[in-house]
Every structure is written in structure tokens, then in C-alpha cells.
Antibody, heavy 118, light 111 residues
Framework: EVQLLESGGGLVQPGESLRLSCAAS????????MTWVRQAPGKGLEWVSS????????YYVDSVRGRFTISRDNSKSTLYLQMSSLRAEDTATYYC???????????WGQGTLVTVSS | QPVLTQSSSASASLGSSVKLTCSLS???????IAWHQQQPGEAPRSLMK???????NKGSGVPDRFSGSSSGADRYLTISNLQSEDEADYYC?????????FGGGTKLTVL
């Protein structure tokens, strides 16, 4: 059974940094592209970033490009999202998810809440 | 990049059927989309992918009551024999070479 377990969320002040992790199990991690999706309180889903399986190509939504960095450690089956220069509008639950061949999300994690507030 | 449009809300009676729509923007009518369900207070759950042809591929454990279809730039999710647990937000998703987008979501109320 595929399981994705996010961690690292919390309360930070504007301008600070935070690193999210997503531990994967039940899959050959290196064989899959992965993605981060966020959901602000009471709002819809927003794609944040994606990373390919082994070649580590990375992609970002414009609002986080230059501030967030997605990475992965295939030896640890773990996905990361390094977030810097955080803003109030980055407040959201962050989900990691697996991308199935062909492009869509097929498995989601349970999410981790990031709150940016002074 | 593609844009997905969904109605903000829908409602249907217990035991009836409902058809939710996800519309692809002009120039993107051939795109595959995915449907996801998010029950209140829960993480999203993937339901299926729907192709331009109308073929759909459901995830494991998704009940037979859920089906997909397509017409032109519209992709549909049909839920038959509605149950109380189907009350949820439903999002469609599509993707391009270096981006992916979600529709605004449809809040389904089971009466």
C-alpha cells in the first residue's frame, strides 16, 4: 500500500524559512515523479511544484519560484520542499502526492499545515 | 496553460445520480483530466482519469457508482445511487509539460 507522510509544518513568522518532508513507502520511489499541492484555509487546491523521478527536473508555480526548492532523496524515499522568504499568503496545508505515468496524481499524503504569521 | 472551470456547487437527493462538469479552456480540449474527492476535514483522494475519448481509469477502491465521460472540451464525473458519504468537494486536475492546474472545485451536497 502506497503511503505518503508529510512532516515539518508549523507556525513561522514572515520572512522565515521552513522545510517540509514527505516520507514515501509502498512504492519504488525513484520510479515516480512527485508533486506538492497546497490548500489555503477554506480555499481550493493549488499546485506548487513538481519533480521528476530520477532526472530531477523541477517545476514551480510562478508565485513560489525563486523562494521554494523541491528536491528528493531516492535513497531515503523522501521528498522535500524547502520554503524561504515565507509570506502570509503561503499559509496553507501542504500535500505531497505521487504522479502516475501520464501525468495525473494518484496518491495523496495527509497534509501538513504551514502558518505564516507575526 | 490550460484553465479548468467547475460549477461552485451542486446538489442531489440521496439515492439519485449527479453529473459534475469540468470544462477545459479553448485550445486544450484534448487534455486528459483527473477527478479528486475531498471529504470534509480530509485529504484529497484520487478517483479517476478521464480521456478525450470518454475512456476513464478508476483508482483502486473507487466504488462502481463513480464513472467518467467526455464531450468536446467537457469532462464529467457521474455518481450514481448517491450516498451521504459522497457529500464532498470534487476537483478536476490537468497538466502540461511543466505545470499542472486544478479547477476551483464543486461542493456537492446530498439532500
Amino acid at each position: 500500500e502506497v503511503q505518503l507522510l508529510e512532516s515539518g509544518g508549523g507556525l513561522v513568522q514572515p520572512g522565515e524559512s521552513l522545510r517540509l518532508s514527505c516520507a514515501a513507502s509502498g512504492l519504488t520511489f525513484s520510479g515516480y515523479a512527485m508533486t506538492w499541492v497546497r490548500q489555503a484555509p477554506g480555499k481550493g487546491l493549488e499546485w506548487v511544484s513538481s519533480i521528476s523521478g530520477s532526472t530531477a527536473n523541477t517545476y514551480y508555480v510562478d508565485s513560489v519560484r525563486g523562494r521554494f526548492t523541491i528536491s528528493r532523496d531516492n535513497s531515503k524515499s523522501t521528498l522535500y520542499l524547502q520554503m524561504s522568504s515565507l509570506r502570509a499568503e503561503d499559509t496553507a496545508t501542504y500535500y505531497c502526492a505521487r504522479l502516475v505515468g501520464g501525468g495525473g496524481i494518484d496518491y495523496w499524503g495527509q497534509g501538513t499545515l504551514v502558518t505564516v504569521s507575526s | 496553460q490550460p484553465v479548468l472551470t467547475q460549477s461552485s456547487s451542486a446538489s442531489a437527493s440521496l439515492g439519485s445520480s449527479v453529473k459534475l462538469t469540468c470544462s477545459l479552456s479553448s485550445g486544450h480540449s484534448t487534455y486528459i483530466i483527473a477527478w479528486h474527492q475531498q471529504q470534509p476535514g480530509e485529504a484529497p483522494r484520487s478517483l479517476m482519469k478521464v480521456e478525450r475519448s470518454g475512456n476513464y481509469n478508476k483508482g483502486s477502491g473507487v466504488p462502481d457508482r463513480f464513472s467518467g465521460s467526455s464531450s468536446g472540451a467537457d469532462r464529467y464525473l457521474t455518481i450514481s445511487n448517491l450516498q451521504s458519504e459522497d457529500e464532498a468537494d470534487y476537483y478536476c486536475e490537468t497538466w502540461d509539460t511543466n505545470t499542472r492546474v486544478f479547477g476551483g472545485g464543486t461542493k456537492l451536497t446530498v439532500l
